[in-house]
C-alpha cells in the first residue's frame, strides 16, 4: 500500500502566466504478500489450465495490475459467462486472489440460413462444444447446403497454446460448387496460429495448407490447357485490423486486411503459386441517419517458379461479380471473356466500391451505390486490361444477422454477351 499527498504553491504571475510547483509526498505503507490463489466456481474445468495463464505465485509481492491481467486473460478463453477478481481478506498484510467464475454452455448448436442471387437458398447446422475435456477447448463443425454448393468444415481450437497469448487452431473442410463455367472442389486440411498483434491492435495468423483442387464440366475458354486437378500445398499468412462499431451493420470505423498465399512442390504440393489479397473498407456517418460507406480490394495470383503459367489452377483465379462486388453482374459474371464470350480466370483484379445509406425507419434504408472492376487474364496486363462499371439503387431492412439487401446494378458499359444490369437479392454486407 502507498498513501500519497500533494501540495501545491503559486508564484506571483509573471507576464500573464501563473507557475504552480506541486509536490507530491509519498507514505510506504506497509508490504503486503500474496497468499493463495483460489478458484470458486469450478466444475468442468481443470485448475492447472488455468494456472498456467497466471503471471504471478503465492509468496509475490501483491500486484493487482499482474492480477487484473490474469482475469483478462482468463476471459479471454471464452468458457465462462461470469468472471470476477477479489481479495480475502479485502486488508492485510497477506491476502488471497480469489477469482469466482460462473461457467458457460458447454454445446451450442444454431440453424443457419441465409440467401445470395447465385447460390439462392442457403441453409446448414453448426455445432459447437465449448471447453473440451475441461481444457478451455473448442470444436466447431459446420454444415452448409445451398442450391449451387455443399460444403463442410470441422475446426478444433486450443486458445493460449502453451500458455502464452497464441491460439493453436486445426481444420479439415470440403466444397463443391457449381460455378458459372465449372464445377469447383476441394478438400483438405490446415493448421494455424493466430497472433495478437497488440501495437497494431491487429491480429496475425499464420499457418501450413495441403487442400485437393479439382475442376470439372469445365467450359472455360482455356480448358484445353487447364489442369483438371491438383494437390496445392502453402504457407499462408493473413493480417487482419478491424474498428468497426459493429461487424454485421457497421456504421463507423474500418476494416484493413492482407491475405498472402504461397504455394510449392517443396511444401508438399504439385503446383506453385502466389495469390496475394488485401484490402480495406471505411464507414462514417454523414449527418443524421445517414452514411458513407467505401471499399477497395486487390487480388493478384502469380507463378514464380512454375515451368510453365498453364500449370495454374482454375480454382486459384478470380472470378468477380454478385452482390459483393460489382454489382451489375452475377457472381463470377464480370470475369475476363474471349472473343467468342466464353469466360476467363483473372490473374490479377482492383476493385472499388462506394456507397451512400439514407435510414428511413429504425429498420429501412435506402442506397445508391457505384462500383467499378478491373480485371487482367494475363499478368502482362497487371494491374488491368479491362474495366467495368456500374451504378444502382438498393433496399436494405437490418436484421440481427445482417442486412436483407434488395439492389439493382445497371452496367455502365457492358462487353457483348454481358446483361444490362442485375437485380440482387442477398444477406449481409457487402464489404
Known sequence: DVQAALTAEAAAPAGGVREVTVTARVTPGPAVRLGRIRFVGLEHTREA????????????????????????????????????????????????????????????VDLLGGYGSYDQFRGGIEWRHYNLWGRAQTDDLKLIQSVKSSQINYTYTVPELFGTAVDGSAQVFGLRRQELAFVRTEYGANAALLWPVRWLGASLSTGYTFRRLRSTSNELATRLTDQSQANAASVDLALVRDT??????????????VD????????????????????????????HGRWVHAGVSHGVVTTWGAPNDSQLPVNVR?????????????????APRDATGQFIGA??????????????TPKWSVVIFGDALGTAARLA??????????AGLGLRYRTLIGPVRLEYGR???????????????????PF
Open 244 to 257: 468497426r462499431d459493429n461487424p454485421l451493420l457497421p456504421h463507423r470505423g474500418y476494416k484493413l486486411f
Open 318 to 334: 478470380f472470378f468477380p461479380g454478385g452482390e459483393d462486388s460489382i454489382r451489375g453482374y452475377r457472381s463470377g459474371e464480370a
Open 260 to 287: 498472402l498465399t504461397e504455394a510449392s512442390r517443396s511444401l508438399g504440393g504439385q503446383v506453385d503459386y502466389q495469390r496475394l489479397m488485401l484490402g480495406a473498407s471505411f464507414h462514417w456517418p454523414w449527418g
Open 381 to 390: 496486363d497487371y494491374p488491368f486490361s479491362e474495366r467495368l462499371y456500374a
Open 49 to 108: 489450465v488455468l494456472r498456467r495463464l497466471l503471471r504471478t505465485r503465492p509468496g509475490d509481492a501483491l500486484n493487482p495490475i499482474a492480477l487484473d491481467d490474469g482475469e483478462s486473460r482468463l476471459a479471454r478463453l471464452g468458457i465462462f459467462s461470469g468472471l470476477a477478481l477479489r481479495y480475502d481478506p479485502p486488508a492485510g498484510a497477506t491476502r488471497d486472489a480469489v477469482y469466482d467464475v460462473t461457467e458457460g454452455r458447454r454445446v451450442e
Open 347 to 360: 490473374k490479377a483484379f482492383a476493385q472499388l466500391n462506394l456507397e451512400l445509406e439514407q435510414a428511413m
Open 411 to 429: 452496367n455502365l458499359n457492358p462487353r457483348p454477351f454481358d446483361p444490362s444490369g442485375r437485380l440482387l437479392l442477398s444477406v449481409g454486407i
